[in-house]
Nanobody
Framework: QVQLVESGGGLVQAGGSLRLSCAAS????????MGWFRQAPGNERDFVAA????????EYADSVKGRFTISRDNAKNTVYLQMNSLKPEDTAVYYC?????????????????????WGQGTQVTVSS
């Protein structure tokens, strides 16, 4: 079955950096778009970034544009989220997700409803 396992979360001071990883198994990783979402306590799960199957198309939430970078290594079945200039408002549980609805499409979806498999999440805490 499809499994997504996130890692790399932790506690960091404002202005610092973290790199999240998400390792996928149980599917042909290189055929599908991947996304990162986050959820803070009391909030809905929000879109952060997405990347198309080949990495040629990326999308970012306005709140992270210019600070976060999504990338993927299809040889390692892994997607990354490099987070720089972190702010306390970036504190959340971060989830990676895969959509199998759009095989080998340049589309990088922003809606959580467009993703069908999710990881368990990794906590990111940014102190002020």
């Amino acid at each position: 079955q499809v499994q997504l396992v996130e890692s790399g979360g932790g506690l960091v001071q404002a202005g610092g950096s973290l790199r999240l990883s998400c390792a996928a198994s149980g599917l042909t990783f290189s055929s599908y778009a991947m996304g990162w979402f986050r959820q803070a306590p009391g909030n809905e799960r929000d879109f952060v970034a997405a990347i198309s199957w080949g990495g040629g198309n990326t999308e970012y939430a306005d709140s992270v544009k210019g600070r976060f970078t999504i990338s993927r290594d299809n040889a390692k079945n892994t997607v990354y989220l490099q987070m720089n200039s972190l702010k306390p408002e970036d504190t959340a549980v971060y989830y990676c997700a895969v959509t199998t609805f759009y095989k080998r499409s340049s589309y990088a979806p922003r809606g959580s409803y467009e993703y069908d498999y999710w990881g368990q999440g990794t906590q990111v805490t940014v102190s002020s």
